[in-house]
Protein backbone atom coordinates (compact mmCIF):
# COMPACT_ATOMS: atom_id res chain seq x y z
CA UNK A 1 0.00 0.00 0.00
CA UNK A 2 3.07 2.28 0.92
CA UNK A 3 4.33 1.96 -2.76
CA UNK A 4 1.07 2.80 -4.40
CA UNK A 5 0.90 5.75 -2.23
CA UNK A 6 4.39 6.77 -3.37
CA UNK A 7 3.51 6.27 -6.90
CA UNK A 8 0.05 8.28 -6.64
CA UNK A 9 2.17 11.44 -4.30
CA UNK A 10 4.99 11.36 -7.28
CA UNK A 11 2.65 11.49 -9.87
CA UNK A 12 1.13 14.62 -8.22
CA UNK A 13 4.01 16.60 -7.58
CA UNK A 14 4.00 15.71 -4.07
CA UNK A 15 6.90 14.83 -1.78
CA UNK A 16 5.51 12.95 0.72
CA UNK A 17 2.64 10.25 1.42
CA UNK A 18 -0.80 11.31 1.85
CA UNK A 19 -2.48 8.22 3.49
CA UNK A 20 -5.91 10.53 3.01
CA UNK A 21 -5.53 9.25 -0.70
CA UNK A 22 -7.85 6.23 -1.90
CA UNK A 23 -5.67 3.46 -2.54
CA UNK A 24 -6.52 -0.21 -2.90
CA UNK A 25 -3.83 -3.27 -3.28
CA UNK A 26 -4.96 -6.74 -4.59
CA UNK A 27 -3.03 -10.15 -4.00
CA UNK A 28 -2.54 -12.45 -6.75
CA UNK A 29 -2.56 -15.94 -6.09
CA UNK A 30 1.49 -17.80 -6.61
CA UNK A 31 -0.08 -21.07 -6.01
CA UNK A 32 2.23 -24.45 -7.04
CA UNK A 33 -0.93 -26.32 -4.41
CA UNK A 34 -4.03 -25.61 -6.77
CA UNK A 35 -5.96 -28.25 -8.29
CA UNK A 36 -7.07 -28.25 -12.15
CA UNK A 37 -10.37 -27.82 -10.88
CA UNK A 38 -9.71 -24.81 -9.06
CA UNK A 39 -7.57 -23.09 -11.54
CA UNK A 40 -10.21 -23.51 -14.02
CA UNK A 41 -12.84 -22.43 -11.41
CA UNK A 42 -10.56 -19.19 -11.54
CA UNK A 43 -10.45 -18.72 -15.04
CA UNK A 44 -13.90 -19.19 -15.54
CA UNK A 45 -14.80 -16.49 -13.14
CA UNK A 46 -12.32 -13.93 -14.34
CA UNK A 47 -13.18 -14.39 -17.85
CA UNK A 48 -16.77 -14.08 -17.06
CA UNK A 49 -15.99 -10.62 -14.67
CA UNK A 50 -14.08 -9.50 -17.59
CA UNK A 51 -16.63 -10.10 -20.32
CA UNK A 52 -19.20 -8.68 -18.09
CA UNK A 53 -18.21 -5.53 -16.51
CA UNK A 54 -14.98 -4.78 -18.00
CA UNK A 55 -11.33 -4.83 -16.89
CA UNK A 56 -11.02 -4.27 -13.29
CA UNK A 57 -6.80 -3.86 -13.23
CA UNK A 58 -6.98 -6.77 -11.01
CA UNK A 59 -6.48 -10.58 -12.64
CA UNK A 60 -7.80 -12.08 -9.17
CA UNK A 61 -11.17 -10.54 -7.75
CA UNK A 62 -11.68 -13.71 -5.40
CA UNK A 63 -8.22 -13.72 -3.16
CA UNK A 64 -9.05 -12.72 0.08
CA UNK A 65 -6.03 -10.33 0.32
CA UNK A 66 -6.81 -6.93 -0.50
CA UNK A 67 -5.62 -3.40 1.90
CA UNK A 68 -7.63 -0.63 1.81
CA UNK A 69 -6.56 2.78 2.85
CA UNK A 70 -9.54 3.89 5.13
CA UNK A 71 -10.71 6.62 2.77
CA UNK A 72 -10.93 4.12 0.07
CA UNK A 73 -11.95 1.59 2.15
CA UNK A 74 -14.88 3.78 4.04
CA UNK A 75 -16.46 4.57 0.50
CA UNK A 76 -15.99 1.44 -1.57
CA UNK A 77 -17.85 -0.53 1.39
CA UNK A 78 -20.36 1.85 1.93
CA UNK A 79 -24.16 0.29 1.39
CA UNK A 80 -23.22 -2.49 -1.33
CA UNK A 81 -25.53 -4.31 -2.79
CA UNK A 82 -24.04 -7.40 -3.12
CA UNK A 83 -23.42 -9.69 -0.39
CA UNK A 84 -21.18 -13.33 -0.18
CA UNK A 85 -19.22 -14.17 -2.57
CA UNK A 86 -19.49 -11.62 -5.40
CA UNK A 87 -19.21 -8.71 -3.10
CA UNK A 88 -15.10 -8.33 -4.14
CA UNK A 89 -16.20 -7.43 -7.91
CA UNK A 90 -18.60 -4.61 -6.59
CA UNK A 91 -15.73 -3.41 -4.62
CA UNK A 92 -13.79 -3.69 -7.76
CA UNK A 93 -15.76 -2.26 -9.55
CA UNK A 94 -16.68 1.03 -7.68
CA UNK A 95 -12.84 1.17 -7.44
CA UNK A 96 -12.29 1.00 -11.05
CA UNK A 97 -14.91 2.22 -12.71
CA UNK A 98 -16.59 4.23 -10.36
CA UNK A 99 -14.14 6.20 -8.24
CA UNK A 100 -10.59 5.67 -10.35
CA UNK A 101 -9.46 4.89 -7.30
CA UNK A 102 -5.55 3.58 -7.67
CA UNK A 103 -5.74 -0.19 -7.88
CA UNK A 104 -2.40 -2.54 -7.97
CA UNK A 105 -2.05 -6.12 -7.99
CA UNK A 106 0.58 -7.40 -5.87
CA UNK A 107 1.50 -11.48 -6.11
CA UNK A 108 1.33 -13.31 -2.96
CA UNK A 109 2.07 -16.88 -2.04
CA UNK A 110 -0.59 -18.85 -1.31
CA UNK A 111 -1.76 -22.41 -0.46
CA UNK A 112 -5.21 -23.93 -0.62
CA UNK A 113 -6.46 -25.75 2.35
CA UNK A 114 -8.59 -28.59 2.01
CA UNK A 115 -12.59 -28.10 3.01
CA UNK A 116 -12.85 -25.03 0.45
CA UNK A 117 -15.95 -23.08 1.50
CA UNK A 118 -17.24 -22.65 -1.91
CA UNK A 119 -17.68 -26.73 -2.22
CA UNK A 120 -19.25 -26.99 1.26
CA UNK A 121 -22.14 -24.27 0.70
CA UNK A 122 -25.20 -25.21 -0.38
CA UNK A 123 -25.97 -25.70 -3.77
CA UNK A 124 -21.89 -26.72 -4.42
CA UNK A 125 -20.04 -25.32 -6.62
CA UNK A 126 -22.26 -25.64 -9.77
CA UNK A 127 -24.97 -23.72 -7.82
CA UNK A 128 -22.73 -21.42 -6.47
CA UNK A 129 -20.95 -20.72 -9.63
CA UNK A 130 -24.25 -19.67 -11.32
CA UNK A 131 -25.74 -17.65 -8.63
CA UNK A 132 -22.08 -15.61 -8.52
CA UNK A 133 -22.64 -15.43 -12.81
CA UNK A 134 -26.05 -13.94 -12.15
CA UNK A 135 -24.72 -11.79 -9.83
CA UNK A 136 -21.72 -10.17 -12.00
CA UNK A 137 -24.44 -9.88 -14.57
CA UNK A 138 -27.19 -8.17 -12.25
CA UNK A 139 -24.57 -5.56 -11.15
CA UNK A 140 -23.50 -4.35 -14.59
CA UNK A 141 -27.00 -4.14 -15.40
CA UNK A 142 -27.82 -2.46 -12.08
CA UNK A 143 -25.04 0.18 -12.25
CA UNK A 144 -25.33 0.78 -16.15
CA UNK A 145 -29.14 1.64 -15.77
CA UNK A 146 -28.43 3.94 -12.63
CA UNK A 147 -30.72 1.65 -10.35
CA UNK A 148 -27.78 1.48 -8.25
CA UNK A 149 -25.57 4.01 -7.10
CA UNK A 150 -23.27 5.14 -4.52
CA UNK A 151 -24.28 7.99 -1.99
CA UNK A 152 -20.94 9.80 -2.70
CA UNK A 153 -21.57 9.99 -6.12
CA UNK A 154 -25.06 11.01 -5.81
CA UNK A 155 -23.68 14.16 -3.36
CA UNK A 156 -21.46 15.39 -6.17
CA UNK A 157 -24.48 15.26 -8.92
Known amino acids: LVSVLKIEATNA ?12 VVGK ?6 SPARLLLRWGFRTTVSLLVGKLNVSDTQCGFKIFTPSAAKTLYNELNLKGWTHD ?37 VGISFIMLCQVFWLRVAYKMRWWTVASLQDEE
Not at 13 to 24: C, H, Q
Not at 29 to 34: E, G, W
Open 89 to 125: VEVLYRANKLFQYPVREVPIQWEDKDGSKLVKSTGGV
Open 29 to 34: RQSVSS
Open 13 to 24: GKSSIDWLTPAV
